[in-house]
C-alpha cells in the first residue's frame, strides 16, 4: 500500500487555509476518495511526495510541462532571468523575442497580447470580439472549459435558442443570457442558431481538440464547418489552444486541421511551467486593444521577466532542429503516446473491459464505455466507478494520472521507452482490478 502518511496530515492542515485544502479543485481528489500526495519535487518524466514515493507523472502540471520537469535550459534560464530582478513593470526584449517564437508557429496571430492564466486569455478575446463587432453574444461548446470568467461558467438552458444559465452561483443571469451553449461536435445545432441570431453573436469559442471534458476530438469536417459557418454571419472564430497549441502539433490544431481561425488563445506550454497566456490574431481586432484602440485590457505582471525566460527556453528547445537520426520533437512525442495508448488499448481488450482510448499528438485520454465519445453527453455517460478502481490501481504502481475521467493526459520529451513500458504494464494490472471488481 502506498504510503501517504505526511501527505494525509499536511492535507488536513491545508484545509484549515484553503477550500478543500487546495487552490485549484481538481487537485483535492475529491472525486476520487483519498487524499493527494503533496509534491516535494519533480524531475524529467518523474515526481516526488513529501512522504517519500516517485511517480511517473502524466499530468504535467495540467499540461505545461512539455520539456517534462526542471529542464535544465529552462531550469538556467528562469535562474538568470530571477537574478536581473523579477519584474519590471516596462517593455522588454524578452516579449518581442517570445512573441517571434509564437508566431513563427501560429502566423494566424498576427499580433497578441501576453497575459497571466488562460483564464485571462479567453475572457480578454471575447472583450476584443465584442468591441470588434459591436455584437454581445456568444457561443460556446459543452464541455468545452474556458477558464473560469462570468461569461464562460454557464450551461445550456432548456432548447436550443434559449438564454444559458448560470453553471456556478454568483455568475449574474444577465451574464450568462448572452453565453449560448451548444453540443460540441453538431453542426446542425450551430447553423440553427446561426439561422435564428447570427448577426448578434460576436464570437464562436471552441476548444478545436477538446481536452476539458476527456480528450474529445473533432469529427472530420467540424472545424471547417465553424470556419465556413462564422466567416457567413461575420462572427469572430476563437480557437482556444490554451491546452491543445503545441500538443496536438507545433502550430496547434490550426495546423494540424488546416483552419485560420480569427483569434487564438494560448497558455500552459508557452509559460514553461511559470504563470502566462496570450491571446491574439487578426491585426485589425488586435488593434482595437489599448492602447491602440479603445478596448481595454491590462496587466501589472503581464510579459513577466520570468515568464518570458521559461517559455523561451521551452520554445527554443521545441522548435530546434532534431538531431542526426532523431525525428523531430512532435513527431517523437506522438510516437511515445501512440505505443502507450495502443498497449493501454491492447490490455484492457486481454482484461475484457470496454475502454474507448484517444490521442492526438502528446495529449491522450481513456474512457470506460462501449460507445465513442463525441461530446459532453456520451463523456459523462462513461462509467465513472471504473475510472476510480483504475486510477487507484495506477497511482498505487508509481503512475501520477489526473483524478478525474474529464481530464486529459499528457506525454512530455523526458518521458522515456522504459516509462512507457512500466506505464503499460501498470496499466494491464490495473485493468484486471476493474475487471476483477466486476
Ligand atoms: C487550462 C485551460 C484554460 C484556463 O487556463 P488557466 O491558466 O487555468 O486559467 C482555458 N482554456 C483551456 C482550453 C484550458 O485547457
Given at each position: 500500500?502506498?504510503?501517504?502518511?505526511?501527505?494525509?496530515?499536511?492535507?488536513?492542515e491545508?484545509?484549515?487555509?484553503?477550500?478543500g485544502?487546495?487552490?485549484?479543485?481538481?487537485?483535492?481528489?475529491?472525486?476520487?476518495?483519498g487524499?493527494?500526495?503533496?509534491?516535494?519535487?519533480?524531475?524529467?518524466s518523474?515526481?516526488y511526495?513529501?512522504?517519500?514515493?516517485e511517480?511517473?507523472?502524466?499530468?504535467?502540471?495540467?499540461?505545461?510541462?512539455?520539456?517534462?520537469?526542471?529542464?535544465?535550459?529552462?531550469?538556467?534560464?528562469?535562474?538568470?532571468?530571477?537574478?536581473?530582478?523579477?519584474?519590471?513593470?516596462?517593455?522588454?526584449?524578452?516579449?518581442?523575442?517570445?512573441?517571434?517564437?509564437?508566431?513563427?508557429?501560429?502566423?494566424?496571430?498576427e499580433?497578441?497580447?501576453?497575459?497571466?492564466?488562460?483564464?485571462?486569455?479567453?475572457?480578454?478575446?471575447?472583450?476584443?470580439?465584442?468591441?470588434?463587432?459591436?455584437?454581445?453574444?456568444?457561443?460556446?461548446?459543452?464541455g468545452?472549459?474556458?477558464?473560469h470568467?462570468?461569461?464562460?461558467?454557464?450551461?445550456?438552458?432548456?432548447?436550443?435558442?434559449?438564454?444559458?444559465?448560470?453553471?456556478?452561483?454568483?455568475?449574474?443571469?444577465?451574464?450568462?443570457?448572452?453565453?449560448?451553449?451548444?453540443?460540441y461536435?453538431?453542426?446542425?445545432?450551430?447553423?440553427k442558431?446561426?439561422?435564428a441570431?447570427?448577426?448578434?453573436?460576436?464570437?464562436?469559442?471552441?476548444?478545436?481538440?477538446?481536452?476539458?471534458?476527456?480528450?474529445?476530438?473533432?469529427?472530420?469536417?467540424?472545424?471547417?464547418?465553424?470556419?465556413?459557418?462564422?466567416?457567413?454571419?461575420?462572427?469572430?472564430?476563437?480557437?482556444?489552444?490554451v491546452?491543445?497549441?503545441?500538443?496536438?502539433?507545433?502550430?496547434?490544431?490550426?495546423?494540424?486541421?488546416?483552419?485560420?481561425?480569427?483569434?487564438?488563445?494560448?497558455?500552459?506550454?508557452?509559460?514553461?511551467?511559470?504563470p502566462?497566456a496570450?491571446?491574439?490574431g487578426?491585426?485589425?481586432?488586435?488593434?482595437?486593444?489599448?492602447?491602440l484602440?479603445?478596448?481595454?485590457?491590462?496587466?501589472?505582471?503581464?510579459?513577466?521577466?520570468l515568464?518570458?525566460?521559461?517559455?523561451?527556453?521551452?520554445?527554443?528547445?521545441?522548435?530546434?532542429?532534431?538531431?542526426?537520426?532523431?525525428?523531430?520533437?512532435?513527431?517523437?512525442?506522438?510516437?511515445?503516446?501512440?505505443e502507450?495508448?495502443?498497449g493501454?488499448?491492447?490490455?484492457?481488450?486481454?482484461?475484457?473491459?470496454?475502454?474507448?482510448?484517444?490521442?492526438?499528438?502528446?495529449?491522450?485520454?481513456?474512457?470506460?464505455?462501449?460507445?465513442?465519445?463525441?461530446?459532453?453527453?456520451?463523456?459523462?455517460?462513461?462509467?465513472?466507478?471504473?475510472?476510480?478502481?483504475?486510477?487507484?490501481?495506477?497511482?498505487?504502481?508509481?503512475?501520477?494520472?489526473?483524478?478525474?475521467?474529464?481530464e486529459?493526459?499528457?506525454?512530455?520529451?523526458a518521458?522515456?521507452?522504459?516509462?512507457?513500458?512500466?506505464?503499460?504494464?501498470?496499466?494491464?494490472?490495473?485493468?484486471?482490478?476493474?475487471?476483477?471488481?466486476?
Amino acid at each position: 500500500m502506498l504510503n501517504l502518511h505526511k501527505s494525509a496530515s499536511a492535507m488536513a492542515e491545508a484545509k484549515n487555509y484553503f477550500p478543500g485544502g487546495v487552490n485549484s479543485p481538481v487537485r483535492s481528489y475529491a472525486n476520487m476518495g483519498g487524499n493527494p500526495p503533496f509534491i516535494a519535487k519533480a524531475q524529467g518524466s518523474k515526481i516526488y511526495d513529501i512522504d517519500g514515493n516517485e511517480y511517473i507523472d502524466y499530468v504535467g502540471s495540467w499540461g505545461p510541462m512539455i520539456l517534462g520537469h526542471a529542464h535544465p535550459a529552462v531550469v538556467q534560464a528562469v535562474q538568470e532571468a530571477a537574478a536581473r530582478g523579477m519584474s519590471y513593470g516596462a517593455p522588454t526584449l524578452g516579449e518581442t523575442e517570445l512573441a517571434k517564437l509564437i508566431r513563427l508557429a501560429y502566423p494566424a496571430m498576427e499580433m497578441m497580447r501576453f497575459v497571466n492564466s488562460g483564464t485571462e486569455s479567453t475572457m480578454s478575446a471575447l472583450r476584443a470580439a465584442r468591441g470588434f463587432t459591436g455584437r454581445e453574444k456568444i457561443i460556446k461548446f459543452a464541455g468545452c472549459y474556458h477558464g473560469h470568467s462570468d461569461s464562460l461558467l454557464v450551461n445550456a438552458g432548456s432548447g436550443l435558442a434559449t438564454f444559458g444559465v448560470p453553471s456556478s452561483p454568483g455568475v449574474t443571469k444577465g451574464t450568462a443570457a448572452d453565453t449560448l451553449t451548444l453540443p460540441y461536435n453538431d453542426a446542425n445545432a450551430v447553423e440553427k442558431i446561426c439561422a435564428a441570431e447570427g448577426e448578434n453573436i460576436a464570437a464562436l469559442i471552441v476548444e478545436p481538440v477538446a481536452g476539458n471534458m476527456g480528450l474529445v476530438l473533432p469529427r472530420q469536417g467540424y472545424l471547417r464547418f465553424l470556419r465556413d459557418i462564422t466567416k457567413k454571419y461575420g462572427i469572430i472564430l476563437i480557437f482556444d489552444e490554451v491546452m491543445c497549441g503545441f500538443r496536438v502539433a507545433l502550430g496547434g490544431a490550426q495546423a494540424a486541421y488546416g483552419i485560420k481561425p480569427d483569434l487564438t488563445c494560448l497558455g500552459k506550454v508557452i509559460g514553461g511551467g511559470v504563470p502566462m497566456a496570450a491571446y491574439g490574431g487578426r491585426q485589425e481586432i488586435m488593434q482595437k486593444i489599448a492602447p491602440l484602440g479603445p478596448v481595454y485590457q491590462a496587466g501589472t505582471l503581464s510579459g513577466n521577466p520570468l515568464a518570458m525566460a521559461a517559455g523561451i527556453a521551452t520554445l527554443q528547445v521545441l522548435t530546434a532542429e532534431p538531431e542526426e537520426g532523431r525525428a523531430d520533437y512532435s513527431r517523437e512525442l506522438t510516437l511515445k503516446t501512440k505505443e502507450l495508448v495502443l498497449g493501454w488499448q491492447e490490455a484492457a481488450k486481454e482484461a475484457k473491459v470496454a475502454v474507448q482510448v484517444r490521442h492526438a499528438g502528446s495529449m491522450f485520454g481513456l474512457f470506460f464505455s462501449e460507445h465513442e465519445i463525441w461530446n459532453y453527453e456520451d463523456a459523462a455517460a462513461a462509467d465513472q466507478e471504473k475510472f476510480k478502481i483504475w486510477f487507484k490501481a495506477m497511482l498505487e504502481q508509481g503512475i501520477y494520472l489526473a483524478p478525474s475521467q474529464f481530464e486529459t493526459l499528457f506525454i512530455s520529451t523526458a518521458h522515456s521507452r522504459e516509462d512507457i513500458e512500466k506505464t503499460i504494464a501498470a496499466g494491464r494490472e490495473a485493468f484486471a482490478a476493474v475487471r476483477a471488481a466486476g
